[in-house]
């Protein structure tokens, strides 16, 4: 044969690979067959590389054990799995009920995209109990969105008894479980339909990756939402499903640390004066303690704070030497934002008297980042 047809096949990887610790990184949209008979025979051969090859399948396996699942789903970034999950349940003339402290993007695809597609959205307030969520229940109501804590200002609900409540009234229940990272909360176990996170934050662990996973129990719901992916066209890298393996190898670990620094930051800025609360569940006395101590296992290091009146967001954050100023978190790194300004679009936006600030403890020392706080506190004071 001619160099030109060589040059193309020649190079082939050896079969079959040798054994590492983690999967081969296989790169690939066609799947070669072994003949004309398993071109079409989709019940025995994997015939294309869109719903992921080795990587994908060993990141999805280890999810779904992670979650307590049947079956996860893998899409490109955390906002995709929440808006693909809720596509892969919901049709023209639902109602969705999205709990008010939702992550503002998912709230802004309720509005724009699912509405535009006749499915009616009504948002309720995080401090509903499972009863009063029911009373808003109607005959529509296909789905209810919980996040639990909000990830700005960390009100926590009661995910048991809503999860329960809606069974009876024949609605799913879908979360955004981004905060617990599968690990600090099992929703499944507690009778949710469908668990979804940005592995993007935790999961990744270094700001550096997208992805997002939607985990299910019921054979129904799972095969509702991987039918979605397949409909959708959603597909992950091996290289990024490599990477968020790789997280996942430490993530106990590395949750361990941020939430053991992030209670000890919190702690000190109870004491300081230039401080008026501090809204992290883990901590004892602040909101939504109680149901943080019941259901969860422990804490990742993301909370906030509000800064008594008067004092500014902008000179606490100017300050900051360590922590970074960036939106996401449960990178190893600290971060910093004021969260005003994402209040604003709620439906009952939330009146602290100050300004709301939230804080990613990263895996410093501890100590570093309170000097670094302290710095912050003493800028705000000066004004
Ligand atoms: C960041 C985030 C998401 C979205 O994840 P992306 O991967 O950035 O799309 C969803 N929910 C919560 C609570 C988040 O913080």
Known sequence: MTEETRLIHMGQAAEPLARTVGPPIQRGSTVLLPDAAALYDDAHHQTYGRQGLAAQAALASALAELENAREVALYPSGLAALTGAMLAVLKAGDEVLVVDTVYKPTRRFCDRVLRRFGVAVRYYDPGLDADEVGRLCTP?????????????????????????????????????????????????????????????????????????????????????????????????????????????????????????????????????????????????????????ARDYAGTCGLFAFVLAPELSAAAFLDALQVFGLGFSWGGFESLAIDCDPQLKVRATPPEYGGALIRLHIGLENVGDLIADLERGLAAARRG
Do not use: C
């Open 140 to 292: 529509a109501t296909r789905l209810i969105v919980l996040e639990s804590p909000g990830s700005l200002s960390f009100e926590m609900q009661d995910v048991p008894a809503i999860a329960r409540m809606a069974r009876a009234h024949g609605a799913f229940t879908l979360i955004d479980n981004t905060w617990a990272a599968g690990h600090l909360f099992k929703p499944l176990d507690h009778g949710v339909d469908i668990s979804v996170q940005a592995l993007t934050k935790y999961v990744g662990g270094h700001s550096d990756v997208f992805m997002g996973s939607a985990a299910a129990r019921d054979p129904q719901v799972a095969r509702a939402l991987s039918d979605g992916v397949l409909d959708l066209g959603w597909a992950v890298a091996p290289d990024d499903a490599y990477l968020m393996l790789r997280g996942l190898r430490t993530l106990a670990v590395r949750l361990a640390r941020h939430g053991a620094s992030g209670l000890e930051a919190a702690r000190w800025l109870q004491t300081r004066p230039e401080v008026s609360q501090v809204l992290h569940p883990a901590l004892p006395g602040a909101p939504g303690h109680d149901l943080w």
